[in-house]
């Protein structure tokens, strides 16, 4: 049997059962064909690892187990489905903490065994890039999708389902890294990126000019600067209003982040921006995603918030595109903590 796929047989429609555990989240989602959530359960760590100011890899495979089988017991209750209405469980297979991933894959291919369904490895980039599609399973293509989470920050063209080409990824910090980085040296606590968008709209976002690196200048992303200059700007000037500090620094990621969006839109020739990971959350990015989506008659779309960040549902619905265009993973599925997305 191992390495071998688990020859099941799944016409769609299917259900699918997703398992995300690549990071700091346990979560488990029931989607009905890759598109209608009948449940999605996600058992957050962070008040685990926020006395740490971050994500402890041990810590988090240590919750995650503990987690893994109540989260979808609940999701399963949550859908009021049996395990026998399952067509498949997909999983988190990289890229993320190994001993988290590890967690995931190895309760996915017990459950697979055990209940006789298929199993399909999922790579969690390409599930963020598929959270806009829960809520628009009819979303126009190509796409120019800007997935900013902690671990990532990259600009994708998605030309067709499952076909994607990265224009340009960070070269150094993630947008969210940033974000988390900001707020523990001004000590507002983890993580920074909620915490400095509900500051920031106390603040003003002109108060303070920090560096808008690269920002005509190719398509990838630096933001390890404007982390330095907030670090050194609180040195230097003690007394600045917290509320202008986040404000300035979240106006100069947002502000790099959309002009590149913006300009790879018009050279694809994309119908629409689109926002995923984690820092797709963030209020003054949606915003000005917003903005330049309505001068440029181009169309936005922005996940809800809770879609954005680490859910099982995109999992889900990956897993039922892959199903249906490559068929199952074999049982001696991976976890492979630098997986990249998968490009044409
Ligand atoms: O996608 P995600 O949940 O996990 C990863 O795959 O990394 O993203 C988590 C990141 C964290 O860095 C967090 O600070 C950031 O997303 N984040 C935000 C907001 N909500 C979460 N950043 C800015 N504004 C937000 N509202
Ligand atoms: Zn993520």
Request: aromatic share 4%; with cysteine; net charge negative.
């Amino acid at each position: 049997m191992i390495g071998e796929a688990h020859d099941v047989a799944v016409e769609p429609p299917s259900i699918i059962l997703g398992i995300e555990t690549s990071c700091d989240e346990t979560a488990a989602a029931i989607v009905r064909d890759g598109r209608e959530v009948l449940s999605s359960v996600v058992a957050s760590q962070i008040d685990i690892h926020a006395r740490y100011g971050g994500v402890v890899p041990e810590v988090a495979s240590r919750a995650h187990v503990e987690a893994i089988i109540p989260v979808v017991a609940e999701a399963l209750a949550e859908a009021g489905i049996d395990h026998v209405d399952l067509d498949a469980v997909g999983v988190t297979h990289g890229p993320g903490l190994i001993g988290a991933l590890l967690v995931g894959v190895s309760a996915a291919k017990a459950l697979s065994l055990a209940w006789e369904v298929s199993l399909i490895g999922v790579n969690h980039l390409e599930a963020h890039l598929y959270a806009a599609f829960l809520e628009e399973p009819d979303l126009e293509m190509p796409l120019v999708i800007l997935l900013v989470s902690g671990g990532h920050t990259m600009l994708v063209v998605m030309e067709d389902h499952l076909r994607y080409r990265v224009l340009g990824s960070t070269l150094d910090d993630a947008a969210g890294e940033a974000f988390d980085k900001v707020a523990r040296h001004v000590g507002l606590g983890y993580p920074g990126g909620p915490i400095i968008d509900r500051l920031s709209t106390n603040g003003d976002p002109e108060a303070i000019r920090f560096p808008r690196a690269m920002m005509s200048d190719g398509w990838d992303f630096s933001f390890s600067g404007v982390k330095t200059s907030v670090v050194n700007h609180m040195r230097r000037h003690p007394d600045t209003d917290v509320g202008d500090l986040v404000a300035s620094f979240q106006e100069a990621v947002a502000d790099v982040l959309v002009t590149k969006a913006r300009r790879a839109a018009r050279e694809e020739g994309a119908r629409g921006i689109c926002l995923a990971g984690g820092v797709a959350a963030n209020s003054r990015l949606r915003e000005r995603v917003r903005e330049v989506c309505e001068l440029d008659g181009l169309r936005a779309f922005l996940p809800d918030r809770e879609m954005c960040t680490d859910n099982a549902a995109m999992v889900a619905a990956v897993a039922w595109h892959r199903l249906c265009a490559d068929g199952p993973s074999a049982l001696d599925l991976g976890a492979f903590p630098s997986l990249r997305l998968p490009t044409i």
